[in-house]
């Protein structure tokens, strides 16, 4: 069990910053690569960012690269998501996610699927 709480969302103009944490409990936090996806009203579940559990290597849809930096801290159990030059469609509910298996040998996919732990998410509002 991976349990995951996340926070940091607000409403922010277009153009603007944010940073979404993610507080992992337990100790196996370290062991298990960690995403972010996010979710429009009447839209799926999309893949925003994911980082292997070294950390050492990440992962980005095209739509935030170059905005977006996924990051973690396995020292604090937690995972980070900083958003910058914000826009309107960047507004959803974020959720931070972990592999469904430990220590995988390669990066996890984009495929929520993939994905055995969720947090409950946090809204993120862009807009003037």
């Known amino acids: 069990q991976v349990p995951l709480v996340e926070s940091g969302g607000g409403l922010v103009q277009p153009g603007g910053s944010l940073r979404l944490s993610c507080a992992a409990s337990g100790r196996t936090f370290s062991n298990y690569d960690m995403g972010w996806f996010r979710q429009a009203p009447g839209k799926e579940r999309e893949f925003v960012a994911a980082?292997?559990?070294?950390?050492?290597?990440?992962n980005y849809a095209d739509s935030v690269k170059g905005r977006f930096t996924i990051s973690r801290d396995n020292a604090k159990n937690t995972l980070y998501l900083q958003m910058n030059s914000l826009k309107p469609e960047d507004t959803a509910v974020y959720y931070c996610?972990?592999?469904?298996?430990?220590?995988?040998?390669?990066?996890?996919?984009?495929?929520?699927?993939?994905?055995?732990?969720w947090g409950q998410g946090t809204q993120v509002t862009v807009s003037s």
């Open positions: 996610a972990a592999d469904r298996v430990p220590l995988r040998a390669v990066l996890v996919t984009a495929n929520p699927q993939d994905y055995g732990y």
């Open positions: 980082i292997r559990w070294t950390g050492g290597r990440t």
